[in-house]
């Protein structure tokens, strides 16, 4: 399917469900991001986008389990393993890795985020839609909303693949209800974080479903509370608040972290909520809000990942951000 190149949303439903649109209005950005919307929120790729994805080593993905709980995964494969069908259909060619919950997240007809990010340009696009096909070999999506996302806070790093790994018997997954003291320690640390969310009261409204962002700060912008909850800030973006919008309808959430250098994956199922005033949100530089997640479930992969990353520099957005002062991690 071809669709019209550079056709916008032309749905007369608004491209932002109830949630977004609420807090564009306490932003004061409700008409100028409907306009907005309406011009780059595609329901279907370009093809550049097309292109994009069809390169990519690895993307994230952000799905629902069987009791509503968001989960954000990385699915890779050395060789090509998206491809572009049309302009509405993406067909990927990869299983989740072991012990990931989007072995058992994949289902016919659900709702599902993808978010195709490069680090070592600072370039990324999101689409939401539906599973189409689930195959052994991997599963096909229907695009319901495709757009782009400007480069802020995506630290540069340069993936190289390695070969060992390939064949390595993969580690079994590490089931907790805490974090331990090496979660604690990445969590704390972390310059970069994915978070996945999900709203949909109807099945068959476009501008809902599940959707998966990536978050970038100073290291150290995550803030460990206790042994089941951290804090980070949520910075100035594109002003659509896909990801703050959901939460404020459906607390759910999602979120993974990823050890660059040792390739340990941290994903954690929980509740999130959305801090819009207070001593903390004004102390820490940079900041519109801040949001606080309350871990349910926690999964450890070590050493998952089939590759590594070289750090090469950091977001130049962050100059005027700041971050959390922690000590004993």
């Not at 970038?216 to 896909?242: H, L, M, W």
């Not at 250098?261 to 102390?283: D, F, N, P, Q, V």
Request: proline residues 5%.
């Amino acid at each position: 399917m071809q669709l019209e190149k550079n056709k916008g949303w032309i749905q007369a439903v608004s491209p932002f469900h109830a949630g977004e649109q609420a807090i564009q209005t306490r932003l004061g950005v409700r008409d100028k991001m409907e306009n907005i919307g309406r011009r780059f929120i595609r329901e279907s790729m370009p093809d550049q986008h097309r292109k994009f994805y069809e390169q990519l080593p690895f993307v994230m993905v952000g799905s629902v389990d069987s009791e509503g709980h968001p989960w954000a995964s990385l699915l890779t494969a050395q060789a090509r393993f998206i491809i572009s069908l049309d302009a509405v259909t993406l067909q990927i060619q990869a299983r989740p890795l072991p012990g990931d919950p989007l072995n058992n997240t994949l289902r016919e007809n659900t709702d599902i985020g993808l978010l195709g990010i490069e680090l070592e340009t600072r370039r990324r696009n999101r689409l939401n839609g539906k599973i189409k096909a689930v195959a052994e070999d991997g599963f096909a999506i229907t695009v319901a909303q495709s757009f782009g996302n400007c480069p802020q806070y995506i630290q540069k790093r340069q993936l190289h693949w390695l070969p060992e790994r390939q064949t390595a018997a993969p580690k079994d997954p590490q089931r907790f209800t805490q974090f331990t003291q090496p979660m604690r320690r990445l969590i704390a640390n972390a310059d970069t974080l994915f978070i996945a969310s999900c709203y949909a009261e109807s099945a068959e409204s476009a501008n809902q479903g599940v959707d998966v962002s990536h978050r970038g700060g100073k290291p150290g912008f995550v803030r460990i509370e206790n042994e089941r909850t951290f804090t980070f800030p949520n910075f100035t973006g594109n002003n659509f608040y896909n990801t703050l919008g959901n939460l404020l309808l459906n607390d759910r959430v999602g979120i993974l972290f990823l050890d660059f250098e040792a390739g340990h994956i941290l994903s954690i199922t929980g509740h999130a909520e959305i801090i819009w005033r207070g001593e903390e949100l004004k102390a820490f530089e940079g900041a519109e809000q801040l949001v606080r997640i309350t871990a349910d479930k926690i999964i450890y992969l070590p050493e998952a990942l089939p590759f590594r990353w070289d750090f090469q520099e950091y977001s130049p957005s962050l100059a005027f951000t700041g971050q959390w002062n922690q000590t004993g991690l």
